[in-house]
Every structure is written in structure tokens, then in C-alpha cells.
Nanobody, 125 residues
Framework: DVQLVESGGGVVQAGGSLRLSCVAS????????IGWFRQAPGKEREGISC????????WYEDSVVGRFTISEDNAKNTFSLQMDSLKPEDTGVYYC??????????????????WGQGTQVTVSS
């Protein structure tokens, strides 16, 4: 079975830092897209950053460019999100995700179907 387990959320003051980690089992991360998503209170889940997705080696949502850094450790089958200069609007539940890759009608489909349980990040002003 595929499992993604997150850690690292918490409460931090504005301007502070947190590092989220995601440990994967049951799949190999280095051959698929991996990413972090965020769901703020009252809002839909949105993509924050990913590797090997959107046609690029890496991608960041505009509001986190220069503040967040995604990285991976293939030897440990884990990936992380370093979050610096945190703002109150970064508050939300953060999810790690990995693509499921499968064939359908002769096409290769890549879809973020594997998800972690979510970890709460709260940034106080």
C-alpha cells in the first residue's frame, strides 16, 4: 500500500520558519511528480510547490516564491518544504502528494492521487 506521512507543522510567529517533511512508502518518489498543497480556512485546496510537474523541474505558487523551497532525498524516499518568512496568510492545512502514473486508452496519465494526512500550520501576527 502507498503511504505518505507528514510531519513538521505547528504554530509560529510571522517571520518565522517551519520545515515540513513527507515520508513515502510503497512507491518511488524520484520517478513521479511530488508536491505540497495548502487548504486555508474557508478556501479550496491549492497547489503550493511541486517537483517534476506542470512541465517544469520545479514550480512555486506566486505567493511563496522566494520564501518556500521544496527538496527531496531520494535515498530516504522523502521530500520536504522549507518555509521561511512565514505570513499569517500562510495559515492552513498542508498536504504532501505524489502522482499516480497509469495508462489509459494508450495514454500515460499522471494524477496527484496519493495524499498525506495533512498537517496544520498556524502563523500568528
Amino acid at each position: 500500500d502507498v503511504q505518505l506521512v507528514e510531519s513538521g507543522g505547528g504554530v509560529v510567529q510571522a517571520g518565522g520558519s517551519l520545515r515540513l517533511s513527507c515520508v513515502a512508502s510503497g512507491l518511488t518518489l524520484e520517478d513521479r511528480g511530488i508536491g505540497w498543497f495548502r487548504q486555508a480556512p474557508g478556501k479550496e485546496r491549492e497547489g503550493i510547490s511541486c517537483l517534476r510537474c506542470n512541465g517544469n523541474p520545479s514550480w512555486y505558487e506566486d505567493s511563496v516564491v522566494g520564501r518556500f523551497t521544496i527538496s527531496e532525498d531520494n535515498a530516504k524516499n522523502t521530500f520536504s518544504l522549507q518555509m521561511d518568512s512565514l505570513k499569517p496568510e500562510d495559515t492552513g492545512v498542508y498536504y504532501c502528494a505524489a502522482e499516480r502514473i497509469y495508462g489509459e486508452h494508450g495514454l500515460t496519465i499522471r494524477s496527484f492521487d496519493y495524499w498525506g494526512q495533512g498537517t496544520q500550520v498556524t502563523v500568528s501576527s
